[in-house]
């Protein structure tokens, strides 16, 4: 495992340092932060790989602290997973809503933590390389997978790291259909943890922003979703 940067944003210093000394000896070069306030000034510090972000914080909370950054073109495309010792099914889906990446409630077994923490930084990774086409073009919409770029005509779409990723997935497959657990298992990993209705929710803000080509993600009745092929079959 190389030397990628995480951040670990949490308010118990028990619990930070129990998962820095963890990922440190993984061999992850780890910085942490004990409030949402801290987060915002240490994030600014990057390129981070990834964020480790605890919910519950004093003062500004994560959920502001993952719209922060998703909101912010520099750090949109850094990918988060979320801590919590709350386990209700609306704080999930209002996560993943933002754009992060996993979740994960406490307490949790540093094995369980290090095995989601390298199969979201592994998507990542391998998100281009699966990808056929560095650069796909439907009339006015490009995607840039290497520069993690959207732009309609000449107007660039700001996404969210997993709005990026469910496009380039349906985009780089035009005319194929998928349900939405095999979304979720090809830009979020076998098993995770997830709804029918976040996919829906990525897609209903995937559709909003691209504004006119959002029609090239089409719904599928009884199956899922696909992006229309250069036919534009439906």
């Not at 996404?159 to 780089?172: G, H, I, R």
């Amino acid at each position: 495992m190389g030397r990628e940067r995480i951040l670990v944003v949490e308010d118990e210093e028990d619990i930070l340092e129990l998962v820095r000394y963890n990922l440190a000896k993984e061999g992850f070069a780890v910085t942490g932060a004990l409030s949402g306030e801290e987060a915002l000034e240490i994030v600014k510090e990057g390129p981070w790989d990834l964020v480790l972000l605890d919910l519950m914080l004093p003062g500004i909370d994560g959920f502001a602290v993952a719209r922060h950054m998703k909101n912010d073109a520099a750090l949109a495309h850094v990918p988060i997973i979320m801590l919590t010792a709350r386990t209700e099914e609306s704080d999930m889906v209002a996560g993943l809503e933002i754009g992060a990446e996993d979740y994960i409630t406490k307490p949790f077994s540093p094995r369980v933590l290090l095995a989601r923490i390298r199969s979201v930084l592994r998507r990542g990774a391998t998100v281009a390389k699966e990808t056929e086409e560095p650069v796909i073009q439907r009339d006015e919409l490009l995607i840039d997978v290497r520069r993690h770029c959207v732009k309609v005509g000449q107007k660039p779409v700001e996404l969210t790291y997993s709005e990026f990723e469910l496009l380039s997935f349906l985009a780089s497959r035009p005319g194929w259909a998928f349900s939405r657990a095999q979304i979720v298992d090809a830009i979020r990993g076998y098993n995770y943890a997830v709804t029918d209705r976040s996919v829906d929710v990525q897609i209903v803000g995937l559709r909003r922003k691209l504004g006119h080509c959002g029609r090239y993600i089409q719904t599928v009745r009884g199956v899922g979703y696909r992006f229309r092929d250069q036919n534009g079959h439906n």
